[in-house]
Structure formats: C-alpha cells, structure tokens
Nanobody
Framework: DVQLQASGGGLVQPGGSLRLSCAAS????????MSWIRQAPGKGPEWVSG????????YYVNSVKGRFTISRDNAKNTMELRMNTLGPEDTAVYYC???????WGQGTQVTVSS
C-alpha cells in the first residue's frame, strides 16, 4: 500500500520551532515532486512548501518564506519541514503529498499557543 506518514507535530509556544517528518512507502518516492499542505480549523487547504523530485528546487508560500525549510532524502524515502518562529497563524494539520495530489498522507497537528 502507498503510505505517506507525517509526524512531529505538537504544541509549541509562539516563537518556537518544530520539525515535521514524512515517511513514504509503496511507490517510487524519488520520481515525485513533493509538497507540504496545511489546513487550519474552518479553512480550506493551503499549499505551504514544495520540493522538486531531486531535492534541488524548493518553493514556499510568502507567509512562511524565511521561517520554514523543506528538504528530502530520497535514499531514505523521507521529507522534512523545519519550522521556525512559529505563530498562531501556523496552527493547522500539516500533510505531505505528491504534487498533483496523486498520493496524500496522514496529517500531523501543529498547535501554536501560549
């Protein structure tokens, strides 16, 4: 079965940091451009960051640029999102997915609150 398992979420205070991980299996991970998507309570999904299949091109929505860093290790079938200087506006369920949403993973909850 195809799996994209996001992990690493939790409760953090404003200004804090978290590192999210995505473990892929059941498909050729290195053939796909990947994205992190988030969905806040009562809102639609928002694209946050993307990375080319080879890992040498990275992209960010303006609201997280300079604070978040996306990376991947195709040898390990993993992807990471390092998040710094978090604020309440970052509270959401974060999902990893292939570009085009052919595959969609289990999300992890990030809550930023004092």
């Amino acid at each position: 079965d195809v799996q994209l398992q996001a992990s690493g979420g939790g409760l953090v205070q404003p200004g804090g940091s978290l590192r999210l991980s995505c473990a892929a299996s059941g498909f050729i991970f290195g053939n796909y451009d990947m994205s992190w998507i988030r969905q806040a309570p009562g809102k639609g999904p928002e694209w946050v960051s993307g990375i080319d299949s080879g890992g040498d091109g990275t992209y960010y929505v303006n609201s997280v640029k300079g604070r978040f860093t996306i990376s991947r290790d195709n040898a390990k079938n993993t992807m990471e999102l390092r998040m710094n200087t978090l604020g309440p506006e970052d509270t959401a369920v974060y999902y990893c997915a292939t570009v085009g949403f052919k595959y969609w993973g289990q999300g992890t909850q990030v809550t930023v609150s004092s």
